[in-house]
């Protein structure tokens, strides 16, 4: 038996709930790693040591740079959710195209006559 291509629809609103948690889950990250970095204050990290004044520098740098890429993920995935969902609805629009184009078909198949006793249709004539 040949190989088969195709989808079903449970299995992609299935991907599709997942992408929604994956961005739901990167952005509560995303607004944890901004608390935190928010939270790293002078009161925290006393600027008198200077090597701890540079230590909380580079961490709240470090930070910054987690929650932009962070975004940048949050932002990938919901491009990705998107173009899942316009491929998903642009696929059932064809299919819906395609059937009705062969209920029309099927339709004026059952409609022509059935030859009698052998005898061949106008069409069938026409085709030979």
Known sequence: MAGQTGYTAEIIRDRLNKLVTLFDITENLKDQVMQIRFDQTSA???S?????ADFASRYRQT???VEQQLGTIRDSIEANRQALDDSYRSLNRVDETID???RGLQERIDSRPTPV???TTA???QLS
């Open 100 to 102: 009705e184009l062969l």
């Open 117 to 119: 006793n052998g005898s």
């Open 123 to 125: 069409r069938q004539r």
């Open 63 to 65: 930070l910054w740079d």
């Open 48 to 52: 008198e040591i200077p090597s701890v």
């Open 44 to 46: 925290v990290w006393p």
